[in-house]
Nanobody, 121 residues
Framework: QVQLVESGGGLVQAGGSLRLSCAASGGTFSRYAMGWFRQAPGKEREFVAAISRSGGTTGYANSVKGRFTISRDNAKNTVYLQMNSLKPEDTAVYYC??????????????WGQGTQVTVSS
């Protein structure tokens, strides 16, 4: 059983940056692909970014491509989401997730509790 705890959310002005972290425990971190998702009020949860077990493959939603960067440190059991050039439409609760697959945008087994990101205009 993998436990995931996100941190780093907060309030930022449009154009600013935030870095989210997700610390994993309870499993062998390098055996899991990792992803970030978000859910805005009144909307469904959506895929944001994914990274493979080794970190060699990454993928992004079109809406964040070129602005967000996902990375991982397997020695620290942590995945990160660097968010630059933030826009008000990036406002959402951000969740990290772990998958037993090598790499996926949609099939995740474990989820964190989420961290709020609010971007003011």
């Amino acid at each position: 059983q993998v436990q995931l705890v996100e941190s780093g959310g907060g309030l930022v002005q449009a154009g600013g940056s935030l870095r989210l972290s997700c610390a994993a425990s309870g499993g062998t971190f390098s055996r899991y692909a990792m992803g970030w998702f978000r859910q805005a009020p009144g909307k469904e949860r959506e895929f944001v970014a994914a990274i493979s077990r080794s970190g060699g493959t990454t993928g992004y939603a079109n809406s964040v491509k070129g602005r967000f960067t996902i990375s991982r440190d397997n020695a620290k059991n942590t995945v990160y989401l660097q968010m630059n050039s933030l826009k008000p439409e990036d406002t959402a609760v951000y969740y990290c997730a772990a998958s037993s697959l090598p790499y996926t945008h949609s099939s995740y087994d474990y989820w964190g509790q989420g961290t709020q990101v609010t971007v003011s205009s």
